[in-house]
């Protein structure tokens, strides 16, 4: 590489590909192209896969294979000539793209003078209020999420207290992995798959986004974070517990105890109407009144480091955020409320639950005990 | 949307996230910034993942949060904002970006006068050719995919031939959810998480994508493709079986004939030197040497309907891709060879195996006894 050029690469999810499934109702292992007019909404796919894509797309859906377009040989599969062979089916003159379209085709469809323009605003709003069906959906996701939180515990709350605190059941160490697997083998009897749980004890969990390896020990928080989506529907549930085997500390209670009332008072404040940051200042505030503080120490951000919540629907994390979005919520948003607290040499507590706006405040998708404390 | 407006969206998994994993060494759940130059390579995460990005990125690699960078208050999140002042830390001029960054951030450098180009030849070519610390973590992703095709088809041929020719465990029907319930919990059992597995009974599995669901019965070919992810090192297995629980009527047998002979002729195929696209030629000539016709029969595309076989690493799908691609195997490289037949009436039938081409020929990465009738 030259010396004074930097290669730039951006991680993360692609929205682009939920919203295809939300909008064409198809989803495919390989790349295929979407688009939608103000009457049609149009499928450009392969052929061995043109009998799905009838079958599964939303009524009304023309499917295409390129040979259908009129396209043969190398080119047949390039899609700056698909898009521009469905701009005459369709008739239409210009096209929008969304702003994680791939800046390839974008650059190449300017270049051969085709009118493109970036959509910069989110391409479907709507996602945010979800439909009955929907609901149901994510209430079958977050029941198994539910389901799989009871068993981990319980595994945790079932071990035997050994040497140097260390948990066991019968002879053998109880580490994250073993919690992880009996959760993750819980999602599948629920037709759910589960990744990047994370069962992070000690430590560990004062880092949010550590999975969590190794040895469980008495007296830890171990919080639990379990996120599955449904095979069958796509929709994803979310499920935070912190819990301690054995008697915690008394700072740690408190620690537990400030995360709990910050949760409960976060809960109360959802409702239509109310602007989401509005929610997170709350969460901020009762910490900062409890002497929980957020700063730096030793290079490392303590205290609650992360925003209040997010939308749960086709994606994990989608809108509205709770945190510093300025979104106003509205009946039938589904978001989690979740404040954490995370202090090295002390641990971390994150209280999660996954619930629907409702014209007058909120209603959990499904209900989970919440005990710190399993004696 | 305006009547004379379509808007495009593109579907298909982006390449640039298992890039990043690739050279940085790091993964997280939320979006971040990978910079390289000639030299150094840049991260820029939020202040919560800095540590285990610290911990986890290639050693040399250089980690900032947007504090870090001197950025403040809304900006600080700002993509651009973030990629000028990182061009400032390492002192370069120019960027590259791949095809599928972001159009919209793309639009936005270019704007703000930031020199960038999209490079169009992929990114990380060194990926086709595996070192031998990959070729180890593919070895497991694989032997766990064995493991669980041994544990499904043990399952189908334990089970009972009932009225109408249904299958039966006891006193349920054997369904595909069934048989894919088990080899997902068997994957679990091997640190591996498995979506999508195909589990495709009679005429469900001549669509090559379809997952298959309900009841399966005897004397149809049963289609299982497995591709589990190491839940430890983000690699992938790949195998299908064909099988039959009882007798298969002749015409079916030939068919799994056929396409085991053509699976067994490309394989010998394999070395390096070879053009890809030859194994594919090849598959094609056996299956028309042996009357299977590859065409559309009531505009549904029958017979050897896809490629040959794909590259295997952090993605599913990689290079190099053996079908019609010109690409010149190497060795170190891990493929598939998935030869397939697909008949509606008749029945479906794939046969994959991945193996690392090696200097005299080929390896398997791990072997499964291949066997269509269970009797």
């Known amino acids: 590489m030259n010396q004074l050029t930097g290669l730039i690469l951006l991680a993360g999810s692609s929205p682009s590909d939920t919203n295809i499934h939300y909008l064409s109702g ?10 939608k007019t103000a009457k049609v909404s149009y499928l450009v796919v392969s052929a061995m896969e043109k009998g799905r894509a009838e079958k599964q797309s939303t009524p009304g859906t023309q499917v295409f294979t390129p040979a259908d377009l009129g396209l043969k040989g190398k080119k047949a599969w390039d899609r700056v000539v698909q898009i521009r062979a469905l701009m005459d089916v369709a008739k239409i003159r210009r096209i929008k793209v969304p702003s994680d379209f791939p800046a390839g085709v974008f650059q190449t469809l300017e270049k051969k003078g085709i009118k493109v323009s970036i959509e910069r605003n989110t391409i479907c709003p709507e996602r945010k209020t979800k439909r009955s069906d929907e609901l149901l959906k994510l209430k079958n996701s977050q029941k198994s ?51 990047e749980t994370i069962v992070a004890g000690g430590d560990q969990g004062t880092d949010p986004h550590e999975r969590g390896s190794g040895p469980l020990y008495a007296g830890q928080s171990i919080i639990i974070d379990i996120f599955p989506r449904s095979e069958k529907t796509g929709y994803w549930g979310d499920i935070t517990r912190t819990v301690c085997r054995g008697e915690a500390a008394p700072e740690l209670k408190t620690l537990y105890n400030a995360v709990k009332a910050a949760q409960a008072a976060a809960l109360r404040a959802v409702q239509p109407g109310i602007c989401a940051d509005e929610i997170h200042i709350l969460c901020k505030k009762i910490f900062e009144q409890r002497g929980f503080q957020t700063k730096e120490v030793d290079g490392k951000h303590v205290g609650f480091i992360h925003g209040t919540g997010h939308g749960v629907g086709l994606d994990i994390h989608e809108l509205p955020r709770v945190g510093a979005s300025g979104e106003i919520l509205e009946a039938g948003n589904v978001i989690t409320i979740e404040p954490g607290l995370y202090y090295p040499g002390l641990g971390g507590v994150r209280i999660e639950d996954t619930v629907v706006v409702t014209e007058s405040g909120y209603r959990y998708l499904a209900s989970c005990p919440k005990k710190f404390e399993l004696l």
Do not use: Q
């Open 26 to 35: 198809f989803t495919a292992p390989d790349s295929f192209l979407y688009m």
């Open 145 to 195: 999420a539910v389901a799989a939180m009871k068993a981990g515990i319980a595994l945790i709350g079932s071990s035997k207290i050994g040497p140097k605190k260390r948990l066991f059941i019968g002879k053998e160490p109880l580490t994250s992995e073993k919690v992880r697997h009996l959760i993750h083998k819980t999602l599948i009897d629920h037709d759910c798959a589960g990744v």
